[in-house]
Structure formats: structure tokens, C-alpha cells
């Protein structure tokens, strides 16, 4: 609540304080004329975002500044007696670049626009002046440890690539790896023809549905899949060119695929948490390379459902070798991932892609290969806006250089949970007739949870 100060208790009375340059009459006008605020510990007197313009003078105890990173605040720093607050919007007609809270009970003198507009001409140059000197004041000091932290994280950045590097331990030297690796049952040949033939450039969309007619076996397979529990569709499919019809070309292709990915797994728990993430991740992956035009759908949606690969060598490692289990959780998942789709020939940038997916949580663009740099910042997305569907909020996910990887991909500055309600989600919703039944529960719960305005 504003109140004025009291003859007898103004900060200033008898001395210049924050005011140097004004005379007695002139600061005698001010402190009848300007409001003083109250506040309690904890208060807010200004929050970042807020389109107030009005500037403030501390007349006593003390204002923690904060700033929101990533969901969190951050303390900034603790301004005290006679230092002023909110100039930078008051002189930049900005909204407000962070938030004042109170350290301990305060009292602040309120200077807005009607308050100049009621002092003389000479008061509210010198107010405009000292607004606009500690304003650049302030810029100035914000630059230099914006230049500070980017140093800083630069060294930060550097310094986990080379313990990553140094602690990187070539798996293709450990017999037990290579052997758990080449008992790994290859990847069936139907499947392996149609992710070698959908990543060639002049890839149409009806050699799927043609190469998998000519496979009775396969368009069995698949007709069966389609009526079974993992899609539960209302309607019965009757042959392949329905499936086709029901599923699109990719939803096939994702099908197909993720059943000779099955059949080179045991029926473990790990095994099929990790083809129904693998699932999910490769519809994101795919929708999301479509709606950014970045890279190839195709190559999306095969990256996304094989990333997690090395998940399943891990658990057929601690299943022969149970007392080395908390040993073997430490193994790069990524880097055993990649050594198995090498092992099944499959073209050389899946295993690239799949070995660097991990790197956009604690690396900028140019510490990825530039031949998939764009497929694994699209994949990168996709398993942050599975983690958003599965209900994770943005400060718990590892989003450091998440703006850098949005502005590879024609975006960046954007919120990460607008881009999935209002570009991705729609889409998705669009095509749920296509999708897995697990899939489709899990985008009805989010939009259930998160509905649409308009």
C-alpha cells in the first residue's frame, strides 16, 4: 500500500542521499508528491514481465533482485538504502527484465510519469538524466557479465567434451561387449531393405505398401499387427492396402520396422519399455521433421524408433551378468546403440546420429558431426516434447543450449510448451487414427490436461 512520508521521518531530510543535485525546495516537492510503498518481507514490488513502468528509490532495507531461468528463480543481487530499481524499463519502455522481491521489510519511493509531470521543468530534467546514467549504467554492467557467464560456460562446455572424451572407452575392445553384441540376433532382412531403401533420396511412399505385398508373410504380419491390442481399432483391416489406407505409408513403415526390431530382442521388461518409447519418439520425430521442413521425415521417424537400441544390449548384459548390473548401468547406452546398428549394416548416419543423441544436453550445434547435426537437434526435440506429453515439466529436463538447437531448426525464442500445444499438438491430433493406441492415450491425457484456448 502507497502512503506518504512524514515530515519528521524522510530518508533525506538534512542530507542529499540518492537526490544529489536537487535543491531542499525541489526535494521538498518530491517527497510531498511521490508515493511510498510498504513492504513486507518476501513482497514483490516488481515482477519480471510486467509492463509497470515506474521507476523506485530504496529508502530503507533491502530488495533481492531474481531472475527466471529454465522455471527457476535466480538471485541476481541485493540492493540496499538510496539505490534505485525498475530504470531500465522506465527509460526503455520495456516490459520488466527481472523481478524485485523484498530480503527484509523495505519502504520505496514510487517515481512515475504523473509524478515527474507535477515537478518544475528543471527537476524533471534532472530525473531524466539520472534515470537515463544509471539505466546505461546498468546495461553496461548486464553486458559485461552476460560476456562473463558466456565465457564461463564456453570453459564449462569445453571442459565436459574433453572428460567425456578422455573418460570414452571404446567398446568394440571389450570381448564381453562384442561377443553380447554379435549374439544380438540380426535385424530381419524385410526390415532392413525398407529402412536401407526409405533413407535413399528418391524414396516414394508407395514402395512401402509395394515391397510389403510381394512379402505374403510380411503383409500377413502386418494385417494381424494392425487388428491386434497395439493399435485396438475399432474397425477390422482386411488387407494391406486397407492397412496402408488406415495407417499411412510411414505408420507401416514404423510398424514393419518396429517388429523386426522385436523379433532381435528377448521379451524383456526393458525391451518393451524401449520399443514403446522408441514408437512414440519416431511419431514425434516424423511430425515434427515435417512441420519444421528440417531434414528427411523418413530418416526421422527410423532414428527415433531405433535410438534407444543400446538400452536393450544393457539389459541382456545384466541378464547374463547380473553381479555387474550397477557396472553395466554405467555403460554409454549410445555408443552400444550405435555399435549394434553398425553391426546390422544399417547406412552409416542412423549409427552416427543415434551414437550424439545425448550431446544437445550438454553441447551446442557445432559439437555434433554436421552431416546430423539437424536429425539429432530434431530428435533432441522429440523425446522433450515426449517427456512434456508424459506430463515432466521444462525445469526438469536438461534444456541448456535448447534455444540454439530451435534456431538450427528456423526457430529460436520460443517457449518449448507453446511450440508443442500449438504447432505440434494440432497435427498430432489431426492424425490420431494412425497412431498406436499408447500413443493415442498419451496425447488424449495431455490435451485433456492441457486444453486449447479459442
Do not use: C
Request: proline share 5%; net charge neutral; charged share 25%.
Amino acid at each position: 500500500m502507497a502512503d506518504h512520508v512524514p515530515a519528521a521521518d524522510r530518508t533525506g531530510a538534512g542530507k542529499t542521499g540518492p537526490f544529489e543535485g536537487l535543491t531542499e525546495k525541489e526535494r521538498s516537492s518530491l517527497y510531498r508528491l511521490a508515493p511510498v510503498k510498504r513492504l513486507a518481507q518476501g513482497d514483490y514490488l516488481i515482477r519480471e514481465g510486467d509492463t509497470d513502468q515506474t521507476a523506485y528509490v530504496i529508502l530503507d532495507g533491502v530488495l533481492t533482485i531474481v531472475k527466471t531461468i529454465q522455471g527457476s528463480e535466480i538471485e541476481i543481487t541485493d540492493l540496499g538504502e538510496g539505490e534505485w530499481v525498475g530504470e531500465i524499463a522506465f527509460t526503455r519502455r520495456i516490459r520488466r527484465t527481472a523481478s524485485a522481491r523484498a530480503k527484509s521489510t523495505a519502504r520505496v519511493m514510487a517515481i512515475n510519469q504523473t509524478t515527474l509531470d507535477a515537478l518544475s521543468p528543471e527537476t524533471q530534467v534532472y530525473f531524466y538524466r539520472k534515470l537515463n546514467d544509471l539505466a546505461a549504467l546498468r546495461v553496461e554492467d548486464l553486458s559485461a557479465r552476460e560476456v562473463e557467464l558466456s565465457s564461463r560456460n564456453q570453459k564449462l562446455v569445453d571442459y565436459i567434451q574433453t572428460a567425456r572424451q578422455r573418460g570414452k572407452v571404446d567398446y568394440s575392445e571389450s570381448a564381453m561387449i562384442r561377443g553380447i553384441i554379435q549374439k544380438v540376433p540380426r535385424l530381419p532382412g524385410f526390415a532392413t531393405t525398407l529402412v536401407t531403401r526409405l533413407l535413399q533420396e528418391d524414396a516414394s511412399p508407395s514402395e512401402v505398401a509395394q515391397h510389403i505385398k510381394k512379402d505374403l508373410a510380411l503383409s500377413a504380419l502386418v494385417i494381424k499387427t494392425v487388428n491386434g491390442p497395439l493399435y485396438d481399432f475399432a474397425t477390422k483391416v482386411t488387407d494391406i492396402h486397407q492397412a496402408v489406407m488406415q495407417l499411412g505409408y510411414i505408420g507401416v513403415y514404423q510398424l514393419v520396422l518396429a517388429e523386426g526390431l522385436r523379433r532381435t530382442m528377448p521379451d524383456l521388461p526393458v525391451s518393451r519399455q524401449v520399443m514403446a518409447h522408441g514408437m512414440a519418439v519416431s511419431q514425434l520425430a516424423y511430425g515434427l521433421s515435417l512441420e519444421i521442413a528440417s531434414g528427411r521425415p523418413n530418416e526421422a521417424a527410423t532414428i527415433g524408433l531405433v535410438h534407444d537400441v543400446g538400452q536393450n544390449v544393457i539389459g541382456l548384459l545384466k541378464t547374463k551378468n547380473p553381479n555387474l548390473a550397477m557396472l553395466i548401468d554405467a555403460l554409454d547406452a549410445s555408443h552400444l546403440g550405435s555399435m549394434l546398428l553398425t553391426e546390422w549394416n544399417l547406412p552409416e548416419a542412423v549409427g552416427l546420429a543415434v551414437e550424439h543423441q545425448s550431446y544437445p544436453e550438454f553441447a551446442p550445434p557445432d559439437a555434433i558431426p554436421g552431416a546430423v547435426r539437424n536429425i539429432v537437434a530434431v530428435l533432441y526435440l522429440a523425446q522433450i516434447f515426449y517427456d512434456l506429453l508424459k506430463g515432466r515439466k521444462p525445469e526438469d529436463l536438461h534444456l541448456s543450449f535448447l534455444d540454439e538447437y530451435l534456431k538450427l531448426l528456423g526457430g529460436g525464442g520460443q517457449n518449448i510448451e507453446e511450440i508443442l500445444q500449438k504447432k505440434l499438438l494440432p497435427v498430432l491430433l489431426k492424425k490420431m487414427g494412425t497412431y498406436p493406441a499408447s500413443f493415442r492415450e498419451l496425447i488424449l491425457t495431455y490435451s485433456r490436461l492441457n486444453p486449447q484456448e479459442g
